[in-house]
């Protein structure tokens, strides 16, 4: 089975339990407007072009057979409209301003990959994670990825946003060890202004997850002015309290580190918001474990 993934990170520490490879899947139903990995949204790969890196070599202009890049008052321009994504630019850009985010991969050639990383594994307790974008936009894709890899015994985890019909957290759960659950914003219209969709499936979702057993990891972005408020702190706390099956809370501080990668696909930022210091984000932290929550954590 083939699928569109857009990379594979290895020894990963922040994304599961252990050493563990990171499987980014491309396609999400949410759409952030902090999204650190715009590149992961759209299904579909995309070219990227950083003018930053451009040396203006204009070597990739002569490969381009469908005329996307074109060299205008000696600056090289890019018609996204035209790519076919043939990646035949890509090796001929000596400085590598040229990219495309995404890629076909099947389960086997994914596989193979992950499982160099065996005794690291073994030794670490760790295994594979499947992230994105959201795994779960990839269904099928996502699945028998998981089913192949706890037929080598390999410790699972998946990132989520958490959207989906419950059928399909039915259908994946027995395949998951750790689900690393998002929850963005309380308040469901602006949900709704700031991630493109309502909270209340995702709500629905973490509570069948939770009835279940599941081992999951609250995943908190906090975003000032937007989510850093007490209302949405009290939420949190309140589903710590509610879900014994929550292991962790993972704070998230707000950075804007996705701003070059949107540029890169010719999108402007969404928002104009200073990256989180980490005092700031120690004070978040407090704040939920003196609401109560015992195992709270800043992950950057």
Known sequence: MEGIIFDIQKFALHDGPGIRTVVFLKGCSANCQWCCNPESIALQPQLGFDREKCEQHFNCVEVCTPNALTRVKNELQVNYDKCKLC????????????????????????????????????????????????????????????????????????????????????????????????????????????????????????????????????????????????????????????????????IIPYHDYGRKKYKKLVKEYPLDIETVLEQRAEDWKNKLIDMGCINVQIEG
């Open 87 to 250: 990646r035949d630019c890509i090796p001929e850009c000596p400085t590598d301003a040229l990219e495309i985010f995404g890629y076909k991969s099947d389960v086997a050639a994914i596989m193979q990959e992950v499982l160099k990383d065996r005794a690291y594994y073994e030794n670490s307790g760790g295994g594979i994670t499947l992230s994105g974008g959201d795994p779960l936009f990839q269904f099928d894709f996502a699945l028998e990825i998981l089913k192949e890899s706890k037929k080598e015994n390999l410790n699972t985890c998946l990132e989520t946003a958490g959207l989906g019909r419950r059928e399909k957290f039915e259908q994946i759960s027995p395949y998951v060890d750790h689900f690393l659950f998002d929850y963005k914003i309380t308040e469901n219209e602006l949900h709704k202004k700031y991630v493109g969709v309502s909270n209340k499936p995702i709500l629905s979702n973490l509570d069948f997850l939770a009835k279940h057993n599941a081992d999951l990891v609250l995943r908190c972005i906090i975003v000032p002015g937007i989510n850093d408020n007490h209302e949405h702190f009290s939420a949190i706390a309140n589903l710590d309290r509610k879900y014994k099956s929550i292991r962790k809370i993972d």
